[in-house]
């Protein structure tokens, strides 16, 4: 019994995912750090859809002057699956 429950929880283990990172937009460093690493946690066909969440950011707010500090604070506090549903919300024929 004892060896079924070991089993258990190592295979429990083995099976959860970390935390998602949850991206930071309180400096231009943390945000690159946290993008980065969101990204990374991401499916090859979602990492395309974050990128292009990254680089459209402008059509979100066209008077923004500053593009950089308005990515950070408009993704700031999500994860990059949130990223990536919002941008698949925002094209045309999105969810």
């Known amino acids: 019994m004892r060896r079924f429950v070991a089993f258990a929880m190592l295979m429990l283990a083995a099976c959860s995912e970390g935390e998602p990172i949850v991206i930071d937009g ?8 946290t993008t980065s690493e969101a990204r990374r946690d991401l499916p090859d ?10 680089r459209t950011i402008g059509g979100r707010q066209h008077s923004a ?6 990515a950070r604070v408009t993704f700031d506090g999500m994860t990059g699956a949130q990223m990536v549903e919002d941008q698949k919300a925002r094209e045309p024929g999105g969810q």
Not at 26 to 33: D, G, L, N
């Open 26 to 33: 309180s400096s231009p460093e943390a945000f690159e750090r």
């Open 65 to 70: 002057r500053d593009q950089d500090k308005l």
């Open 45 to 54: 066909a979602d990492r395309l859809v974050f990128d292009r969440a990254l």
